[in-house]
């Protein structure tokens, strides 16, 4: 099994490096990934070398392809949202700029910390007013509070591979249950659960052997593809389908 792993977490690394397009733009590296924003083009980061290391830049595309689409960041909440989730990924925010500084030692980590960052940012905050009414891993946070289930949010974990992968809640162990590990996924797609699917393959090595990961899926806006289920379900990924969300708490609580 641990080689059957260790070959889709190869095969997952060959594909991004096959995926991804370098090219120069006035002495500035520009980096076209295959990973895909809400609009279904492909995320672009920049690379320029500063006085004893390598800024990395998303040149202020995301925050302002969000204000742009009714979403501000001008509650409290907001705010802490996004910066927990640059703290997560130890990514700086200047001006509208998600901005990440690196050295040739750790370029690769920092890389996919950025990459990261973008995606959940906007996934957590596809939110103008017609499109969605709450903030869904704030949602999910409450549902767990609500039913009074145990969990820490906002975790990190380093997988087999280096790379850190981020998770919303960890529900510890108890007497009856193993560790649980939920990621909330507004936009349920191939992209997001293939995302999941590499975290997990790649950190449950690293976690007690019954550990289970659940992907947490928003059903509300827009019904899930069952072939996106059954994915999950060939990596012993757990689905959390929202509307039903009530029926999960006996497992999650106890």
């Given at each position: 099994m641990?080689k059957?792993c ?8 060959e594909?991004?490096r096959?995926k991804?397009n370098v090219?120069?733009i006035n002495?500035i ?9 809400r609009h ?13 290391g390598?800024i990395?830049?998303?040149d202020?595309?995301?925050?302002a392809?969000l204000?742009?689409?009714g979403?501000?960041f001008?509650?409290e909440k907001?705010?802490?949202?996004l910066?927990?989730?640059?703290n997560g990924?130890?990514?700086r925010?200047m001006?509208?700029e998600?901005?990440?500084?690196a050295?040739p030692?750790?370029?690769p980590?920092k ?7 973008i995606l959940s940012?906007?996934d957590l905050?596809?939110m103008?007013a017609p ?5 869904f ?6 549902y767990l ?5 145990r ?8 997988g ?7 998770f919303?809640?960890v529900?510890?162990?108890s ?7 939920l990621?909330a996924?507004n936009r349920?797609n191939r992209?997001?659960?293939?995302s999941?699917i590499?975290?997990w393959?790649?950190t449950?090595?690293?976690?007690a052997?019954?550990s289970t ?5 928003n059903d ?5 593809n ?12 757990k689905s959390l389908?929202?509307s039903r969300?009530?029926d999960?708490v006996e497992?999650?609580a106890?």
């Amino acid at each position: 099994m641990i080689k059957y792993c260790q070959d889709l977490v190869n095969a997952y690394i060959e594909w991004l490096r096959e995926k991804i397009n370098v090219e120069d733009i006035n002495g500035i590296c520009e980096i076209t990934t295959p990973f895909l924003d809400r609009h279904n083009d492909h995320l672009r980061i920049y690379v320029k070398k500063s006085d004893g290391g390598i800024i990395l830049t998303d040149d202020g595309y995301t925050i302002a392809d969000l204000k742009l689409s009714g979403c501000e960041f001008t509650t409290e909440k907001r705010k802490q949202m996004l910066h927990s989730i640059l703290n997560g990924f130890g990514v700086r925010l200047m001006e509208d700029e998600l901005v990440v500084k690196a050295r040739p030692d750790n370029f690769p980590q920092k890389k996919h910390n950025l990459i990261q960052a973008i995606l959940s940012i906007n996934d957590l905050f596809v939110m103008a007013a017609p499109m969605v009414a709450s903030i869904f891993r704030e949602d999910v946070e409450k549902y767990l509070k609500l039913n009074e289930i145990r969990f820490t949010p906002s975790v990190n974990f380093t997988g087999r591979s280096g790379f850190m992968h981020f998770f919303d809640f960890v529900i510890p162990a108890s007497k009856t249950k193993p560790e649980r590990i939920l990621r909330a996924i507004n936009r349920p797609n191939r992209q997001n659960i293939t995302s999941l699917i590499f975290s997990w393959t790649d950190t449950k090595e690293v976690r007690a052997s019954d550990s289970t990961a659940y992907g947490v899926l928003n059903d509300i806006v827009q019904p899930i593809n069952p072939d996106l289920i059954s994915a999950l379900e060939r990596y012993n990924i757990k689905s959390l389908i929202w509307s039903r969300r009530d029926d999960y708490v006996e497992e999650l609580a106890l």
